[in-house]
DNA sequence: CTCCAAGCTTGTATCGTTATAAATCCTCAC
DNA sequence: GTGAGGATTTATAACGATACAAGCTTGGAG
């Protein structure tokens, strides 16, 4: 009853179409089935097989096809960034993914953004990759103590590392930077160079590194026994134009800051201008330390006191522990604290 | 002979699996088949069974699996970002991206980034991206008059926009910000100010807008008939160093320029600061009007003229442009071009 | 001469979706 | 009552890769 002749699906020499498994199997004679496993390396097949069907892959320009070895094997091959809008100033975002790109280079691994909308960190974006498994990892950044994202990343054992630590007794992945360092060494400069009040901005309270800011300036304050002043009112992440109006009314109250430590170039910038509009020159009238994550701080004027925050080092370390993640390894392994570099304006140096 | 009973392949409530369309299928009772079809809203399917189908779908969360759909179809869902290592400078990036990602908030599209580690625009990432269908549509920068890469996307017919134009013959979509008006804006201001001899800093010549930027500022020398400069020896992609110290050379020579045009924040703080360094103000002694693309330069003193270049928004509209061109909208009605938008310091204006 | 194990290779089913072609179901005219 | 014909729905076969179980060789022992 059935008419069929057994026609082949395709053109024998597969003319056009771009290269798959079955076409290195046509090629060699081998079983498509072969030719996978040969690919993947696997001690079962003869080593000479390995080895040609290796040369007629790498000849003909194979490439697996990313969807189906995703459908097939439920691995993604992709990480995923979760992008605050928070993170457009400076080069915050360019420099991470970079760092990120630099680690995945040479992997099958490719990096997807997913933006956050809200301006508060949210689960949502969490959720969605993993409910969809739309990512084998994710990174994030402006990282909570008690951070919700972790706490549900964890639970579903979904593998992430995080900029910046939290305060959870369970260990995670993370790469940070010492802000407590930073702001000790900061504070220390300022003192040094004869500055008796010094004054802080910090980040909002939510996130973990307003607290390491906040405890190495104070650590410095009390150590040396001086004045100091918590900047109240503005944060890292309030604009340019708030900070700038806030220093400007902080200096027509009683006994002002008279050093500064920022946590980011526009702050530094803000307080620069606050004192350059009242005929006060920064560096002289003020000291400022500030925080440097790009080149933009080389050529102001004038030169104020920078300590490094290296963004794509952070970047490529954490595309580096999330991959090491992703292959197993253990949390308590994959946490790096990255130490501030000390850059002298001049000669301040005590 | 054979003992094969017809086994279900699954257990029958099908427990803790994302929901797929067999899913739907089992709850509504109709054929996975239907089921996709009602949900891709197909005519020949009843008006009431699309509905029982959305609804069921809506109710259990179903989203469909994105590797099968495009292992199914050969659409990715995914648009590609060629990222520069030039587009680390400032928030070049992480503009773009955001704009990117607004316009494809609520698409099913992904953004990918495909960073570039070479210097200059290579074909690399393009030919990866196409031969392996990595993506349904392409967006970069930093294009070149007669690009390389928009001759091979377009003999291939794959979708892109450029950021920035050619002067290929064939139309393309793209997205470009009108530096010649910017650079005679500018050039024009410098001149009102009662400049003499106004310079400019042009990026490097390969780059399409390195000629706009000298046509725009040929155009206000010429038309006032003032003495006029294209500084040498440097270009936008040189660091703030390498210009600090050319401007300073410059100062050193025979008639050197009282004005000058800043395609970017980071040329111009070097300029400001190659002048600082020589006990001259900015504003006062030189002239400085500088493109601004981030809230970046609100801080900085003394306040100096700036012509604003909305990132976000290119991104945004590249974006929307390369769905359009997805969909198969003709390139001749996907070409935009953004005005420049002036902001005065101070009551400089003529 | 048979049989077994080791070594290597292959067939089959499957991931979730959709294009294609075919099968139902209904209604209505004659 | 029967067939035409439109309106719906369904079965089947892919897309390309891989897990699993089974199948071939081959050489050597008994």
């Given at each position: 009853m059935s008419g069929r002749d057994d026609l082949p699906r395709r053109d024998v020499d597969d003319a056009g179409g771009k290269p798959t498994l079955r076409t290195i199997a046509e090629i060699t004679g081998l079983a498509v089935t072969t030719v996978s496993r040969a690919l993947s390396g696997?001690?079962?097949?003869a080593l000479e097989t390995r080895q040609r069907v290796r040369q007629v892959a790498d000849h003909i320009g194979y490439m697996p096809d990313r969807a189906a070895q995703r459908l097939r094997t439920?691995?993604?091959n992709v990480i995923s960034l979760i992008l605050d809008p928070h993170e457009e100033i400076i080069n915050f975002g360019t420099s991470l993914i970079r760092g990120i790109s630099t680690a995945l280079r040479q992997t099958p691994y490719h990096l997807v953004i997913t933006p956050s909308f809200e301006d508060a960190p949210n689960l949502d974006p969490v959720r969605y990759i993993m409910r969809n498994r739309m990512a084998d990892g994710i990174i994030f950044s402006?990282?909570?103590?008690?951070d919700e994202r972790v706490r549900l990343l964890l639970e579903n054992d979904f593998p992430f590392v995080s900029h910046g630590r939290t305060e959870l007794s369970v260990p995670h992945p993370y790469v940070d930077y010492d802000n407590e360092e930073f702001a000790f060494q900061a504070t220390m400069k300022l003192i040094a160079a004869g500055r008796t009040k010094p004054a802080i901005i910090l980040p909002?309270?939510?996130?973990t590194f307003h607290h390491h800011l906040r405890y190495g300036f104070m650590k410095a304050v009390r150590m040396q026994g001086v004045d100091y002043e918590v900047l109240s009112g503005v944060s890292l992440d309030s604009s340019a134009e708030t900070i700038h109006a806030r220093i400007l009314a902080r200096l027509d109250e009683a006994s002002p800051p008279d050093g500064y430590v920022c946590g980011g170039e526009v702050s530094a910038l803000a307080v620069m201008a606050a004192y350059t509009d009242r005929a006060m020159v920064p560096g002289r009238d003020v000291g400022i330390v500030a925080k440097k994550t790009s080149t933009l701080f080389t050529p102001v004027r004038p030169r104020i006191d920078t300590i490094e925050e290296d963004l794509a080092a952070a970047g490529e370390a954490m595309g580096r522990l999330l991959l090491k993640r992703i292959g197993g390894a253990a949390a308590e392994d994959l946490q790096e604290l990255h130490r501030p570099q000390m850059e002298t304006a001049d000669a301040t140096a005590a």
């Open positions: 696997a001690p079962q097949i439920g691995r993604t402006r990282t909570q103590p008690f909002p309270e939510r996130f």
